[in-house]
């Protein structure tokens, strides 16, 4: 069973900014794609971005291009989503995914098999 745990939440002003880790157990770390998703509260779970088993491509929403940056450290078997330019609507549980099979894609949930248990992640105005 994959275990995924996230770090790093927490409150910040708006134009702050965050860096959220994840580093699943399990496999080695560069067989899977990993990704970030979030959930405001209301809404549902959508796409933050996510990145290939080896860092070559990465994906991100468009509400998010430009600020937020993820990047891997395969060495140190670690995701990480740096979250500049903070807003108030970037305020959700912040989940890290992970794919182990090499076929699918990379924006949504139906493409990611295991799961972190969130987040917080929370801008003040």
């Known amino acids: 069973q994959v275990q995924l745990v996230e770090s790093g939440g927490g409150l910040v002003q708006a134009g702050g900014s965050l860096r959220l880790s994840c580093a699943p157990s399990g496999r080695t770390f560069s067989s899977y794609t990993m990704g970030w998703f979030r959930q405001a509260p209301g809404k549902e779970r959508e796409f933050v971005t996510s990145?290939?088993?080896?860092?070559?491509?990465?994906y991100y929403a468009d509400s998010v291009k430009g600020r937020f940056t993820i990047s891997r450290d395969n060495a140190k078997n670690t995701v990480y989503l740096q979250m500049n330019s903070l807003k108030p609507e970037d305020t959700a549980v912040y989940y890290c995914?992970?794919?182990?099979?090499?076929?699918?894609?990379?924006?949504?949930?139906?493409?990611?098999?295991?799961w972190g248990q969130g987040t917080q992640v929370t801008v003040s105005s």
């Open positions: 990145i290939s088993r080896f860092g070559g491509s990465t």
């Open positions: 995914a992970a794919r182990g099979r090499s076929l699918g894609g990379f924006r949504l949930e139906k493409d990611f098999d295991y």
